[in-house]
């Protein structure tokens, strides 16, 4: 029996990912029992990496301009800011990508994807990052769907190799200095299971954030429709439904913006009893609820406030549903955004621990 991957990878001197990929792109075997001979892994380690060429595009250049400046990790012992996984998602510059795309401005995706992570650096993300004293940063953008379903808000299926090989490249160029996190927001469709199930297996993500922003598998019908041909009740039925199946699927990790059909007008109060069971669910299938702090900038709630509300927030506190803190952030001054104020809610309801994730396992840590 040989090492662990683990062990393997603190041999190497490289992140627990890059020995998952390099096991996966074949750089490396491992033995049956799937542990690794550290000697003849070191050896096919080295035979099977490309020497760097001069004026190539990546593979590790060594030039910190061909990379976001991220931000370093702070002495101090870990706090509620410098331990948490912010969803640093790069949605806001990837849409700005495919804008230009959808333009005819952009050809190579290769080159479209770059400037996302350039435009990461240039919109000044490192500063607030160091300024929050952040441990952890991960990426989570869209996951692409079939036949380009609702393809102008998410990644298409010919990118997802590009955008976890550059994640993954990140965390090997940034180890010891900030955590780099691969993650994937996964839009739930109804009967689209072993298609999403083959795109979770495929990548080594440290989490999946489950989220609902259509009612129908054809993405014609969103979550928040300023226009429902129905009550407000009949909407969070069949919000609910799907959530129940995204829940029970174990697809997900965490479960996206909860109350998101708020931001058309449409509250949970009106929900009837569909509320506590779908909370009740929640519970059941052991999944983590993310508090989002997305509502605290969005004009069309009525009164800023995070997803779920803090009612919401308090019932699943009360249920014991493990919860995390998401600033899903598109843009640099969003990051925290009001994690301060949901820090003191938390503190004085007698929440003293949150949810974090990696290679998809949770574990706790002290507020």
């Not at 790069?90 to 080159?111: F, P, S, Y």
């Not at 931001?263 to 993310?290: F, S, W, Y």
């Not at 104020?341 to 574990?363: D, N, P, Q, V």
Request: hydrophobic share 35%; charged share 25%; proline share 6%.
């Amino acid at each position: 029996m040989g090492m662990s991957i683990r062990a393997y990878a603190r041999h190497r001197g490289v992140s627990d990912t890059a020995v998952h990929k390099a096991i996966r792109t074949g750089r490396i075997q491992p033995e049956a029992d799937g542990t690794i001979d550290p000697e003849r892994a070191d050896r096919e380690w080295q035979q099977n990496t490309q020497p760097i060429k001069v004026g190539t595009a990546w593979k590790g250049t060594g030039n910190d301009e061909d990379w976001p400046a991220l931000a370093s990790s702070t002495p101090s012992g870990p706090s509620l800011l410098q331990a948490r996984t912010i969803n640093e998602t790069i949605k806001a510059q990837t849409n700005k990508v495919r804008l230009a795309r959808m333009k005819g401005e952009l050809v190579d995706r290769n080159q479209a994807i770059a400037q996302v992570f350039r435009l990461a650096r240039i919109e000044g993300l490192h500063p607030r990052a160091i300024e929050l004293g952040l441990r952890e940063i991960g990426f989570s953008d869209h996951n692409p769907l079939p036949r380009g379903l609702a393809a102008n808000v998410r990644m298409r299926e010919d990118e997802l190799d590009y955008y976890v090989s550059r994640v993954l490249d990140l965390q090997f160029q940034y180890r010891g200095k900030i955590d780099v996190l691969l993650g994937l927001e996964m839009d739930y469709l109804e009967g689209l299971e072993a298609y999403l199930e083959t795109q979770l297996t495929k990548y080594p993500w440290d989490y999946v954030i489950g989220s609902i922003h259509y009612l129908d598998p054809e993405c014609r019908v969103g979550s928040w429709p300023r226009a429902f041909d129905g009550a407000t009740a009949d909407l969070y039925a069949r919000y609910f439904d799907l959530m129940r199946k995204l829940a029970r699927s174990g697809l997900c990790d965490i479960i996206a913006h909860f109350d998101v059909p708020k931001r058309a007008g449409h509250r949970t109060e009106q929900a009837n009893d569909d509320l506590p069971a779908i909370l009740e669910e929640i519970k059941r299938a052991d999944v983590c609820v993310e508090i989002n702090t997305a509502g605290y900038r969005h004009p069309e709630l009525p009164a800023p406030e995070p997803y779920p509300g803090l009612a919401i927030v308090e019932q699943l506190l009360a249920l014991g549903v493990p919860l995390t803190v998401n600033s899903d952030a598109h843009a640099p001054d969003q990051v925290g955004l009001e994690s301060g104020a949901i820090e003191s809610f938390l503190r004085r309801k007698g929440c003293t621990r949150l949810a974090k994730f990696e290679h998809r396992k949770r574990s706790l840590y002290e507020l």
